[in-house]
């Protein structure tokens, strides 16, 4: 299982956090994806058939793509 942190600076309202939660969550392998308004982060856990890869590109098509972290804040976890 992995678990990736996002940040997204698109995320403007509940309507974004809602659009991300479910586009995401429709990927076979991602089991959780909780999305953060005020932090305008995403956290997202998957098993494989899904990829790092293809959240990413997914995020993109929906208009959300990962930008870029602050320092330190760009975490991503191996579990
Ligand atoms: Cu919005």
Redesign the pocket.
Known sequence: MTTVTYNIP??????????IQNEVSELAGVTSVVAN?DSKQTVITFDAPATEDGIIALLKEIGYAPGDAPAGQNLIQLN
């Open positions: 698109a995320i403007s309202c509940g309507h974004c956090v809602h659009t308004q």
